[in-house]
């Protein structure tokens, strides 16, 4: 990530508890990396798995998208 | 703890003993002075063996060291509210896109990121956080 403020606050997001309205900036504090992992697959969302039919179908779709814009 | 008593004793009949070639304005400067100035100070007027030395010198920092973890200030910390879901919202967006156009899995993506540390304590702190971000 290229932009400083972003980093720092997904990194709060991801480590930080967020069980009380306020927290105190510590560097140092640290969190369980699988409830980590847990939060940042949340946070990025769904991604395909890429296979020979993911990639053939979302081919598919932009060849649509483009058919339908240059009609 | 003895060794320290010795260093005290060493440190008291050495004040002791050139104070007594002092007159009262030097003894009241001498007073202000840290030991480390006094030391040399004191070597000019009564001449300290080095071992003698040594010993003050290891006691004033012993000293010093204690002195210096009590009165130690730590920066206060920050006091934030909670990063909430929608302030992050968009960078969650911004980085599907961005692994979408590579093709990453997640997987893929958890195999490269972490450090070997991380790894195998299982344990991520905020710091090492930023940094795997940053990359």
Redesign the interface.
């Known amino acids: 990530?290229a932009n400083?403020e972003?980093?720092?606050?997904?990194?709060?997001?991801?480590?930080?508890d967020?069980e009380?309205?306020?927290?105190?900036?510590?560097?140092?504090?640290?969190?369980?990396?699988?409830i980590?992992?847990s939060i940042l697959?949340k946070?990025?969302?769904?991604?395909?798995?890429?296979d020979e039919a993911e990639?053939r179908k979302l081919h598919d779709e932009i060849t649509d998208v483009l058919k339908m814009s240059n009609s | 703890m003895r060794e320290l008593e010795k260093l005290r004793n060493a440190k008291a009949s050495g004040l002791a003993d050139s104070n007594k070639s002092l007159n009262n304005s030097e003894i009241k400067a001498t007073q202000e002075l840290k030991l480390d100035d006094y030391v040399k100070r004191a070597s000019i007027q009564r001449s300290f063996s080095q071992e003698e030395k040594d010993k003050i010198l290891l006691y004033n920092q012993a000293m010093r060291g204690v002195y210096d973890k009590k009165h130690q200030k730590t920066a206060p910390?920050?006091?934030?509210?909670?990063?909430?879901?929608e302030?992050?919202h968009d960078?969650?967006?911004e980085?599907?896109l961005r692994?979408?156009i590579k093709?990453?899995?997640?997987a893929d993506?958890?195999k490269s990121i972490?450090p070997d540390k991380?790894?195998k304590?299982?344990?991520?702190?905020?710091?090492e956080?930023?940094d795997?971000?940053?990359k």
């Open positions: 990530m400083e972003d980093t720092i606050l997904t990194a709060r997001y991801l480590i930080e967020n009380n309205e306020y927290v105190f900036y510590d560097e140092n504090i640290k969190s369980d990396l699988t980590v992992k697959k946070l990025i969302g769904n991604l395909p798995a890429w990639i | 910390k920050k006091r934030l509210q909670k990063v909430r879901p302030d992050v960078i969650g967006y980085l599907n692994f979408k093709r990453l899995t997640f993506i958890d972490w991380v790894r304590t299982n344990i991520v702190s905020l710091k956080m930023i795997v971000l940053k």
